[in-house]
């Protein structure tokens, strides 16, 4: 009777603990962060190899975030539901429009981050002589941006027409200027448009460098398309959401297997030359072979419509 009791105890405990920390056999087991850093970068402008600080234990606990089979997809299809629960959201009121979003503290021993754990929706004013919006809801549908946030041109994100401050007035596609060292842009009071080494800061925290370092910051939503199996290897964009980052796919014409967020951090370039153009932008891809779901930094033209997510200041 006692071992009955015995095993029985052991069984509850055992699923409880799958309950809170997910649960994976040997076979699926994801590398560590430690171990995903060793292997790449992520970045393919020159950034420092430097490994990251460890991240908090319960979250580096979550999910496998290199699944390889249905079987592990069932298990984050049974976790994913409860992401509200693994993660202690904060709030964001926008004073402008009344919009509540969601923020998320994302820190190490050492760093500490606080982001939208949401894309932007603040409709921008859009210059009526303009033929092209800088920014817009996809299908022009309220349901769609309250999901995915609104799109964005780069003069857009930095409010380069200084409506709401001046930390970038004058910027644009093809002209460059003095920027503040801190551009809020459109963003929210009291937080500001992250730069390409507030991303780069972000990435060494959760250790997502690697070829499946982008299953970490995604969604664990069915937004990310499953793409079956590819050269007999079982193949899925599905994240883990491992620290609360929720990023889901732009919603966008050719971009629906990519979170693709817009920094103020300009390509060195004379005013009117090519370089002035383009404008570094931080990209969580879907999927893309070999690499499966890697994270990286582009140039992208300034004109394109990306997503935002903010920083908070400071203190």
């Known amino acids: 009777m006692k071992n009955s009791l015995k095993s029985i105890s ?123 919006p800088n920014n817009y809801c996809q299908s022009d549908s309220a349901e769609v941006c309250k999901k995915y946030g609104r799109l964005y041109t780069w003069s857009a994100a930095i409010d380069s027409a200084g409506i709401y401050n001046h930390d970038a007035k004058g910027c644009g596609y093809v002209a460059t200027c003095e920027m503040a060292n801190t551009v809020h842009g459109i963003c929210p009071k009291g937080y500001h448009l992250p730069s390409i080494d507030e991303y780069d800061t972000l990435q060494r925290i959760t250790g997502t460098f690697g070829p499946y370092s982008g299953q970490k910051l995604k969604a664990s939503t069915n937004d990310w398309e499953d793409v079956g199996t590819i050269y007999g290897t079982y193949v899925h964009t599905y994240g883990s959401d491992t620290y609360g980052f929720g ?59 990306f997503s935002i997510r903010c920083i908070q200041d400071a203190n």
């Not at 990251?52 to 979250?59: G, L, P, R, T």
């Not at 754990?117 to 002589?129: G, Q, V």
């Not at 629906?256 to 060195?268: D, L, N, R």
Request: some cysteine.
């Open 10 to 132: 052991s069984l509850c405990f055992c699923l409880i603990a799958c309950g809170i920390f997910g649960c994976e056999s040997n076979s699926q087991a994801a590398s560590s962060p430690q171990a995903e850093e060793s292997s790449s970068t992520g970045f393919s402008f020159g950034t420092s190899s430097e490994s990251s600080s460890s991240s908090n234990s319960e979250s580096s606990s979550s999910s496998s975030h290199n699944l390889e089979s249905s079987s592990s997809l069932d298990l984050l299809a049974i976790f994913s539901s409860s992401s509200s629960e693994r993660f202690s959201f904060g709030t964001l009121v926008d004073e402008r429009d009344g919009q509540v979003y969601k923020t998320i503290v994302i820190a190490d021993s050492t760093r500490s981050q606080t982001w939208m754990a949401e894309n932007l929706n603040f409709e921008y004013p859009t210059d009526p002589s303009s033929s092209e």
């Open 247 to 305: 990023a889901l796919p732009t919603y966008a014409p050719g971009s629906h297997y990519a979170a693709i967020f817009w920094t103020y951090s300009q390509s060195s370039g004379n005013p009117g030359s090519h370089g002035s153009a383009l404008d570094y932008a931080f990209e969580i891809i879907g999927y893309e072979w070999p690499d499966m779901s890697p994270i990286e930094t582009e140039l992208e033209y300034k004109d394109k419509h």
